[in-house]
C-alpha cells in the first residue's frame, strides 16, 4: 500500500511540474530579437540614407538638420562618426552653400564651435520647427525658395536657461529636393513681412 501512496504522489508531483512548466512556458512575456537593440538617435542619424529617403518637405530638412545638431552637440561620438554626421549635414546644403564652406573648412569651425560650446557647459535640450502653415515660400531669381524658423532651448551652466532662434533659407535643387542655402541666428521668431 506503501507503495501505491508513493507512486501515486510521485505521479501528482511529475503532472503539477509538467503542469507548471507548461503554464510557465506559454505565458511568459516574448521578446524579439530588435527588443533586445537599442539604436541610438546617433545611429539613426547616421544610418538615414538621404540619397533615397530625402525629406520631402523645407520643415522636415530643418527637422533632420535639427537632429543632427543634437547628436553633434550633445552626444559622445568617435573621428570617423563626425566625419559623418558632416557629411549627413553637407548633404542637406545648396551647392552655393557648399562652394562657400570646403568640407575641412566645415568640419574644422564646426569641432570648433562644438567645442566652445562644451567649454560653456551649453547643452541644447530641444529644438523646435515651426508649423508648417509657417513657412514662407517665395520665389527668388527664378527657383523656388522657403524659410523656415527653427527655436533652440538652451542651458548654459547649472541653472541659466535660454531660447536661440535661427531662420533658414532653402532652396528647391534640380531633383525638387529643399537644400539649406542660408542661415542666421535672430533675436526672436521673425514675422511674415
Known amino acids: 500500500m506503501k507503495k501505491y501512496v508513493r507512486m501515486g504522489i510521485t505521479a501528482v508531483l511529475s503532472i503539477a511540474l509538467i503542469v507548471g512548466f507548461y503554464y510557465y512556458m506559454t505565458h511568459r512575456p516574448e521578446r524579439a530579437a530588435e527588443d533586445d537593440v537599442e539604436i541610438t538617435q546617433l545611429q539613426q542619424v547616421l544610418t538615414k540614407r538621404l540619397d533615397s529617403a530625402y525629406p520631402p518637405t523645407p520643415r522636415e530638412v530643418i527637422k533632420f538638420f535639427n537632429r543632427i545638431i543634437e547628436c553633434a552637440y550633445g552626444d559622445e561620438y568617435t573621428t570617423e562618426q563626425f566625419d559623418q554626421l558632416a557629411s549627413q549635414a ?5 551647392q552655393e552653400l ?4 570646403p568640407q575641412d573648412t566645415y568640419k574644422s569651425e ?16 530641444q529644438t523646435k520647427v515651426c508649423d508648417t502653415d509657417d ?25 541659466d536657461f535660454s ?23 535672430t533675436d526672436a521668431p521673425e514675422e511674415e513681412e
Open 90 to 94: 553637407r548633404k542637406l546644403m545648396d
Open 98 to 101: 557648399l562652394d562657400h564652406n
Open 110 to 125: 564646426w569641432q570648433k564651435e562644438i567645442s566652445s560650446y562644451r567649454e560653456d557647459s551649453k547643452i541644447i535640450l
Open 135 to 159: 513657412v514662407r515660400f517665395r520665389e527668388i531669381g527664378g527657383k523656388k525658395c522657403a524659410y523656415v524658423q527653427a527655436t533652440y532651448f538652451m542651458k548654459t551652466g547649472k541653472s
Open 163 to 185: 531660447n536661440t532662434y535661427q531662420s533658414y533659407l532653402l532652396r528647391q535643387d534640380k531633383d525638387k529636393h529643399w537644400k539649406i542655402l542660408a542661415y542666421h541666428l
